[in-house]
């Protein structure tokens, strides 16, 4: 199919695969611009998919996809048309920053586009008028209801006025009333710019009624297109949902007429739940007012109503997941107590958000939650298999949840909640959408010994008195010197130990071949410790920790803050925006920086004022070392998350693979100058060992600045070499 000059979007022989799995399977599609557009069909047929191309938000496979003009597949008309495109992903509120508020989120995204302060204030007010917002703008986004979620998306998604606007099922979640009032916030926008061209997947039918022009999606491809008038008639059907259960193959259609649940029948007993006067407060907020009603064994009992008018709050104080303010509530004649486990083995609750682990296979979450549930072991293998079959989830076992498409998160949500055959059924908006010694001299000897302990290069000094030998020839008392470094009170005390067994192997040796027999010593060794001469424990330990802490935690804590934006969906803002790579990631990195360091002042605070352990060196040298330090963790942190793509993954990969060079190879355990081969190469790779010899130099050897500013520029090679390459393995299109 030739591109067409007119098309807002075209796509041509488009197949898309997840391993196996084939999302899109040939796809041919020309949309017109100007028009609402809409693609329906179930979840898992690719819908996201085809619209996550379109947005440039995913990687092609095969095919081609033409947008605004140009190929998505080229990366310069792909940046050069972010500005023109929206693109509002799957999910309540997906695309928004939970802990800003409403004003926060508008003006981040305003920031995005480029747009100017004054520029920003008058969009961002414009369009909270326009949907109600306005007195919510210091509310944070993640205590908007589900429908005020979707209009903040919404404004977010408006705030450079695109030309093409992609809309993931926008409505899924959100009660018919917001859903309503959503539908006629596009009509207006629409008004306001008839040249605007807004593609929608949904799957419900009587919303797809009210667009131009439709595409009705199953297994990967397009089985019709039309209008909703004309797919009625290619179907002979009166109703669009009729029309396109027609389209479907004849194994997906549903068999026996329409579903009808039977009438009830009486079961003896007192009620199930009872709720008198349930009252739940936040604050100064109400979210229950006195609620009381019973539920009856056998019973199918629902909550209707709008989106934060109370229903989570009430299921939770039923659970007793939530306490009441006021009134109580009973389960099964004992009152709801979250921590009686034998009548939360009779509940099954399935919250509203899916108490999934997206880490963990279908398979694997059913087993985890049988276990919760302290059933049989020999009973959990057959009840997955069972509920396997029963919720069509048998294809996807092996799947991770995270991954799943919403409508089968949905069943494995439920399948979970039924997992131990509860006796009651509690759903929350189920269907919701990181040198040598020279001895020229005696003095230069000693001031060279001097500087490599301070360096930490040496360990250990002998001093041997001139006369040493012809006074033990004699018989003559003599004393030898060994200078311990005490800064490592481990290691020192090694080193003690290795000082003393050569005295006494010395003495041994000497006596028999003397024919001496075991008297008063002939040679008295004195070991000194030329740093930390108390040989206490804590002057070594007080400035090694920090070198540790500083690589693992911000290390960690940048992982994680990736890897969360790539878990709950909010990365793809980075995909669809004109955000370059290296922006995306500095602007990720800068406050974790400011967090490492007002972590390493807080411990340098510690170790001086709490354990007594003064800082003799350069605090100006430690600081500007601590400074590119924290910068090198937290690039290796970005480094992780690329790989990572949950957080839980992102803080396992990042300590275990930190651990190791961390504490093996930084000196801590072993000086660096001993070790050999890879062990030596990897230390002289890995920042903490410059670090360590920063941190307890300037406290425990008063190390100078001249003295540690090699260490500084070692520790601030890092920096660029680790931002660096996070940023060439950093993808701007999801795999």
Request: charged share 20%; proline share 6%.
């Amino acid at each position: 199919m030739p591109p067409s000059a007119d098309a807002v979007a075209q796509v041509t022989d488009l197949r898309h695969r997840y391993g196996d799995t084939k999302a899109l399977d040939g796809n041919n599609l020309e949309l017109q611009p100007g028009r609402m557009l809409g693609l329906i069909g179930p979840d898992g047929v690719g819908k996201s998919t085809l619209l996550g191309l379109l947005a440039g938000a995913r990687k092609m496979q095969v095919g081609t996809v033409t947008v605004l003009g140009g190929s998505m597949a080229d990366k310069a008309h792909r940046e050069s048309v972010f500005h023109r495109i929206a693109y509002m992903p799957q999910g309540l509120g997906k695309n928004l920053y939970q802990e800003l508020s409403v004003f926060e989120n508008l003006d981040f995204f305003g920031r995005l586009f480029g747009h100017d302060g004054p520029e920003r204030r008058r969009r961002i007010d414009r369009l909270t008028r326009a949907t109600g917002l306005d007195p919510f703008l210091n509310r944070p986004a993640g205590k908007l209801s589900g429908g005020m979620k979707q209009k903040l998306g919404l404004c977010c998604a408006l705030i450079h006025n695109p030309d093409f606007l992609i809309l993931d099922e926008p409505t899924t979640g959100v009660d018919p009333l917001s859903r309503g009032q959503f539908w006629d916030l596009i009509d207006e926008i629409r008004a306001e710019r008839p040249g605007m061209s807004v593609l929608v997947s949904t799957a419900y039918m009587e919303e797809a009624e009210r667009f131009d022009w439709l595409a009705a999606m199953d297994a990967g491809r397009v089985l019709a297109t039309g209008t909703p008038a004309e797919l009625r008639t290619q179907t002979g059907k009166d109703n669009l949902e009729a029309a396109f259960v027609s389209l479907l193959p004849p194994d997906k259609q549903r068999i026996g007429g329409p579903l009808v649940i039977p009438p009830r029948d009486s079961q003896p007993g007192g009620p199930a739940i009872v709720a008198k006067g349930l009252t739940r407060r936040f604050g100064d907020f109400t979210a229950v007012n006195d609620v009381s009603f019973e539920i009856e064994l056998g019973e199918i009992f629902g909550f209707l109503g709008s989106n934060g008018c109370g229903k989570t709050t009430t299921m939770k104080m039923l659970t007793g997941l939530l306490p009441a303010s006021e009134g109580e509530a009973w389960l099964f004649g004992k009152e709801a107590d979250a921590n009686n486990i034998e009548t939360r083995k009779r509940v099954g609750f399935m919250s509203q958000n899916f108490s999934l682990w997206g880490e963990l296979t279908v398979r694997q979450n059913l087993a985890l939650h049988a276990r919760l549930f302290h059933m049989p072991s020999d009973t959990i293998g057959p009840r997955i298999a069972t509920l396997l079959k029963d919720f069509d989830l048998g294809p996807h076992a092996e799947a991770f949840a995270g991954d799943l498409p919403l409508g089968l998160k949905q069943r494995l949500s439920l399948a979970c909640a039924v997992i131990h055959s509860p006796d009651m059924l509690i759903l929350d908006e189920p269907t919701s959408g990181v040198d040598p010694v020279a001895r020229d001299d005696f003095w230069d000897l000693l001031a060279q010994l001097r500087e490599r302990m301070r360096a930490g290069e040496v360990a250990l000094a002998i001093e041997i008195p001139a006369g040493f030998g012809r006074a033990v020839t004699s018989g003559q008392p003599v004393s030898v010197a060994a200078w311990i470094d005490g800064s490592d009170t481990s290691r020192a005390a090694t080193i003690e130990g290795y000082v003393q067994g050569a005295h006494g192997a010395f003495l041994t040796d000497r006596m028999t071949r003397e024919g001496q027999a075991a008297g008063a010593a002939l040679v008295n060794i004195e070991p000194r410790y030329r740093y930390n001469p108390t040989f206490a424990s804590l002057p070594p330990m007080a400035p090694s920790v920090p070198a540790i802490l500083l690589m693992l935690f911000p290390a960690i804590l940048m992982a994680v803050s990736i890897s969360r934006e790539r878990e709950i969906g909010t990365i793809t803002n980075f995909y669809v925006t004109p955000t370059g790579k290296l922006e995306f990631l500095l602007g990720k990195q800068l406050p974790y920086v400011g967090i490492g360091l007002a972590n390493w002042l807080i411990l340098t605070a510690m170790a001086v004022f709490l354990f007594g352990v003064p800082l003799q060196g350069s605090a100006t040298a430690l600081a500007l070392g601590a400074i590119a330090y924290v910068f090198a963790s937290t690039g290796f942190g970005l480094i992780i998350a690329v790989f990572t793509k949950s957080q839980v993954a992102a803080v396992f990969a990042t300590t275990i693979i930190a651990m190791m060079p961390t504490v093996q190879f930084s000196g801590l355990t072993q000086p660096v100058e001993t070790l050999e081969g890879a062990a030596r190469v990897m230390a002289a790779m890995w920042p903490t060992n410059y670090f360590m010899q920063m941190s307890v130099g300037a406290f425990n050897k008063g190390l100078t600045f001249a003295e540690l500013w090699p260490n500084i520029l070692s520790i601030s090679a890092f920096m660029p070499v680790f931002v660096g390459i996070a940023v060439l393995l950093l993808k701007k299109q999801e795999v």
